[in-house]
């Protein structure tokens, strides 16, 4: 039951993958050459900012005096051999 439950979510996934990719044919098709350049910028100019807020947002958050209440310190792994110690950002 389990094997069938996954062939029928994995089934939909890609009937809604392949819809959606179909419609992006279409505006894609629709828009051109210079419209699809315009969208991309504009994609990558709002994850830019996304990331920059995010970094400002940790960076501030440097010392646990300084987070919320209720959050973590923010650790950041310098390493990635396993086994070494963590130091904290």
Do not use: C
Not at 18 to 37: E, V
């Amino acid at each position: 039951m389990r094997r069938l439950f996954w062939v029928a979510v994995g089934a939909a996934g890609g009937i809604y993958a392949y819809r959606r990719a179909t419609t992006a044919m279409h505006h894609a098709k629709d828009r051109g050459l210079a419209g699809n350049i315009s969208v991309a910028a504009d994609a990558a100019g709002a994850w830019t900012t996304r990331a920059h807020r995010g970094l400002r947002r940790l960076e501030s958050w440097r010392t646990p005096a300084d987070a919320p209440r209720g959050t973590a310190p923010v650790v950041v792994a310098r390493t990635s051999q396993p086994g070494r110690q963590r130091e904290e950002v």
